[in-house]
């Protein structure tokens, strides 16, 4: 039998339609991409034991574009998938018997479900695997009063320095109502202070600001100070800070806090002002003999200090990737609210249909 | 509002207590019932009238709704019931380790988790109503996750090693505040116990040795002569039960001494002030059962799954590979709820998906496995489609079990950013 140019052709599309679109197939598809998320960052893991590879910032760009594409080419088959069930429907007499179980007209909403949930899930995978080529979002612990102008992220070679557009402090911690308040400045201006809620991010300079948590770090430690002085105010400042305990007397800067100096001489700070130069303080008696503190400045306590977790990314919208959750969750809901099984005669004879179908436990090809 | 939790409650539980009647009629009213309350309470979280509570609410609520046909069905009912149980051990560990600063946040995350356990319940369900040789995979990986959390709990020792704790929880080996390490540092101690690892390894060995009975034993008669020997899994579960070990000495000093003077010298401070290092409880040691929940949890989930297999073989319950199909498929769809869940918790903590870490991309890795496993076995009449149908819903639990106790041995939760203390 003879077979014209353009016969043979669709013939081969034919063919290979039926050999491409294939749960196995997709599947396939899906398989190698999930083996590249899974293996993919075992790459990264350090040759030391350490905690944070779990959840440090990792970056590989290629294998990141390669399971979306794989993605992206099971999701198309997907469709191809769909549409074959959808061909299968259009073919059944809504009064056809199919041994007790829905058929027909009835059966389109879990499909939809399914196309619907299929939608979203490869739509936010995608997206998700896109955000992996760009810089990664970082926790930075910051105890209150440090300031820091530059946070550490991710780069696939190694971590690198990623500038603040303004130097970043956290000026206070309200550990019970989870509120921060930071203070955004440039050099030689006054700072903008923002309140942070846990839950709440701000977007600042295009970057975005997140209270991820409150650590009540025992290893930080500040002192509280204060002097013999009537007028004093008693203050409290960690490594790094000034701080003054007259309102008109010299401003010092913490240099160093130690629990237990030398292990018998108990809590010490090390401050140093213009006029006085570096000296120590310590909570218990001091060991020099006759030794003054300027001012008569005093340590009185070392207590915790906490420190807040800020999560520091590029302000990347999320909107996206929730319509795709939305999506989702309505095919979700389509899927599980009717049972659906379908059968019909295709081309190549008998063809059923099982979607969302736990009634019987009837064999089914 | 809190009434509003209350009719959700209320028509969940009656779906579950409707899902005991014969009736189908009445099931399906139930049905139709939650859905409709289940989208009044979603639109209630999208506009912000109910918390994230609600979201809870939700993923339970969808979970029964998932179960209902199943439960509803006669046939399968009385298999179906009998995975619920497995579902709560997982979960009963899960609950303990949210130790998250934002109160709101923690309730994301057990929506998360609860999704996600739910999943997995479905996948085992999946695994249940098909013959018992593909459940194998779920007890070794229990086995094997166990060991690896024995291995790798202290950075400092070889060999399976137990959290000490004393009278104040967990004992630690503390260098205070020094001059060039103003942090200290601190570090959980642990050691080992002979006889106790001893009583596990038994144990471990007495569950293997039922796993290869299963999986050798190709005569359906003798396997179902063999499968008596299940009935000793009580006895082994509750000799780990009775020998606790009630007093553990404190481990050799030295490693710790010695870790403490590297970390010193890398920070250019003088190695002597490691001398200073000590443990911070000394007296009444006994083994950490905070510590040790994980495995506990493991090991009678293990154990739970085999159980459940040797009734079944007794009973001689029949193959079911649509209904196992379906319930893969649900499975696999709350696996993807539990990561929307999860990036809807990053995102909303963080204000961005992640942190772009190794846990999230294995975690995306897990989803997007379970759906290519069920595809590949979705024409479960075909050859191969018939192997993975048979097998893969086993794998794929033990897959999800051996990485969650991956991230736990990080200190971390499956999907989850973030480092618990």
Do not use: C
Not at chain 1, 242 to 254: L, Q, R, S
Not at chain 2, 39 to 58: E, K, P
Not at chain 2, 366 to 374: A, D, G, H, R
Request: without cysteine; aromatic residues 8%.
């Amino acid at each position: 039998m003879k077979t014209s140019k353009s016969n043979t052709s669709s013939i081969l599309i034919d063919r290979a339609w039926r050999l491409l679109v294939q749960p196995a197939t997709i599947g396939l598809l899906l398989l190698v991409a999930s083996l590249i998320l899974l293996v993919g960052p075992m790459n990264a893991i350090p040759s030391s034991v350490t905690y944070s590879w779990w959840t440090a910032g990792y970056q590989a760009e290629g294998m990141a574009r390669a399971a979306a594409s794989l993605l992206a080419m099971a999701g198309v088959l997907g469709i191809g998938l769909l549409f074959n069930r959808w061909n299968l429907v259009k073919g059944v007499p809504s009064d056809a018997p199919s041994d007790g179980a829905k058929s027909g007209k009835s059966t389109w909403i879990p499909a939809i479900g399914v196309a619907l949930m299929s939608l979203g899930a490869v739509g936010a995978a995608l997206l998700w695997m896109f955000a992996q080529t760009s810089i990664s979002a970082t926790n930075v612990s910051l105890p209150v009063g440090r300031t820091i102008e530059a946070y550490p992220a991710e780069s696939g070679t190694g971590f690198m320095r990623v500038m603040l557009p303004s130097r970043l402090k956290v000026r206070s911690l309200d550990i019970e109502a989870g509120v921060a308040e930071l203070e955004l400045s440039k050099v030689g201006e006054a700072g903008v202070v923002q309140p942070l809620e846990v839950g709440r991010p701000v977007d600042i300079e295009g970057m975005r600001y997140a209270l991820v948590g409150i650590e009540y770090d025992p290893r930080v430690v500040r002192g509280v100070f204060s002097s013999r002085d009537a007028d004093t105010i008693s203050a409290t400042a960690s490594l790094g800070d000034t701080f003054k305990v007259t309102v008109d007397g010299p401003e010092y800067k913490v240099t160093q806090v130690i629990r237990d100096y030398l292990n018998i001489l108990g809590p010490a700070v090390e401050v140093e002002s213009e006029t006085t130069g570096r000296f120590w303080l310590f909570q218990r008696a001091t060991p020099i003999k006759n030794f003054e503190t300027p001012n008569g400045l005093r340590l009185d306590t070392l207590e915790s200090a906490p420190v807040a977790i800020i999560g520091v990314s590029r302000g990347e919208p999320t909107e996206l990737f929730g319509a795709a959750g939305i999506v989702f969750l309505l095919g979700l809901g389509l899927f599980l609210a009717k049972r659906d099984r379908v059968f019909g005669k295709t081309k190549d004879g008998e063809g059923a249909w099982s979607l969302n179908e736990a009634h019987s436990l009837e064999e089914v090809s | 509002m809190k009434s509003l939790y209350f009719v959700i409650l209320v028509s969940i539980l009656g779906g579950f207590v409707s899902t005991v009647f014969r009736s189908e009629k009445l099931a399906k009213g139930a049905g139709i019932a939650i859905w409709i309350l289940l989208v009044a309470a979603f639109i209630a979280v999208q506009q912000g009238i109910l918390d994230s509570a609600g979201a809870v609410l939700l993923t339970v609520g969808l979970t029964a709704m998932a179960a209902f046909p199943i439960v509803a069905h006669e046939a399968v009912r009385k298999q179906a019931v009998w995975a619920l149980p497995m579902l709560l051990v997982p979960l009963a560990g899960l609950g303990t380790i949210t130790p998250l600063v934002d109160r709101n946040s923690v309730m994301l995350v057990v929506a998360a988790l609860a999704a996600t356990v739910a999943g997995l319940s479905m996948v085992l369900g999946a695994a249940v109503l098909r013959s018992p040789r593909g459940l194998m995979a779920v007890p070794v990986a229990t086995l094997a996750a166990v060991t690896l959390l024995g291995f790798t709990r202290s950075p400092l020792a070889t060999g399976f090693q137990l959290p000490l704790a004393g009278p104040d929880g967990p004992v630690y080996w503390e260098l205070a505040s020094v001059e060039g390490m103003p942090e200290g540092l601190r570090l959980l101690t642990t050691n080992t116990s002979e006889w106790f690892v001893g009583i596990l390894a038994f144990f471990a060995g007495f569950e293997l040795l039922l796993v290869f009975l299963v999986l050798l034993v190709r005569d359906e008669a003798k396997l179902k002569k063999a499968a008596h020997v299940f009935k000793g899994l009580p006895v082994a579960i509750s000799l780990i039960g009775l020998f606790r070990p009630d007093s553990l000495a404190l481990p050799d000093a030295q490693p710790y001494r010695d870790f403490t003077r590297l970390a010193l010298q890398t920070r250019q401070v003088d190695p002597i002030m490691a001398e200073s290092a000590r443990f911070l409880q000394t007296d009444g040691l006994t083994l950490d059962r905070v510590g040790m929940r994980p495995d506990f949890v493991l090991l009678a989930f293990g154990a739970l799954v085999l159980m459940f297999a040797g009734w079944k073989i007794l009973k001689e319950l029949p193959d079911a590979p649509l209904a196992s199909r379906d319930l893969f498929a649900r499975g696999v769809a709350f696996l993807w709820l539990g990561w929307f869940l999860t990036m809807f918790f990053q995102a909303s903590l963080m204000g961005s998906l992640g942190l772009h870490a190794p846990g999230e991309w294995i975690h995306l890795g897990l989803v997007i496995l379970s759906t290519s496993l069920l595809l590949l076995s979705w024409r479960h009449s075909t050859r191969i489609g018939s192997r993975f149908a048979a097998w893969s819903p086993g794998i794929l639990v033990a897959a999800w079990v051996l990485f969650a106790a991956v991230a736990w041995s990080y200190r971390s939760i499956l999907g989850f950013s973030v480092t618990l203390g």
